[in-house]
Nanobody, 120 residues
């Protein structure tokens, strides 16, 4: 129901734009979030956006570099990632839940993940 795309290989300082497309149901009233998981590490919160699209939340590690947005009409959520660092390397997942949360276990719906690799 959630399909993430846009990952790839980029040099440090570069940019990528991830997209998450919903199908099968509308997530227009859901909080949408992005998480990431690096090898050997737990899945961590990156950013979230409320249903209205006006309230956004970011992990401290990405604040000022990443921007989350959503297009309710298209049922998509995007993550613009600028000034990428090697430590941003991870599989990125989009997720949806009725309530705002920063813990992965709180989210009910998940996409399959897209790999982001940042080379130094």
């Amino acid at each position: 129901q959630l399909q993430a795309s846009g990952g790839g290989l980029v040099q440090a300082g570069g940019s990528l734009r991830l997209s998450c497309a919903a199908s099968g149901r509308s997530f227009s009233t859901y909080v949408m979030g992005w998480f990431r998981q690096a090898p050997g590490k737990e899945r961590e919160f990156v950013a979230a956006i409320r249903a209205s699209g006006y309230s956004t939340y970011y992990a401290d590690s990405v604040k000022g570099r990443f921007t989350i947005s959503r297009d309710i009409a298209k049922n998509t959520v995007n993550l613009q990632m600028n000034s990428l660092k090697p430590e941003d390397t991870a599989v990125y997942y989009c997720a949806a839940d009725r309530n705002l949360a920063t813990r992965a276990r709180e989210y009910d719906y998940w996409g399959q993940g897209t790999q982001v690799t940042v080379s130094s």
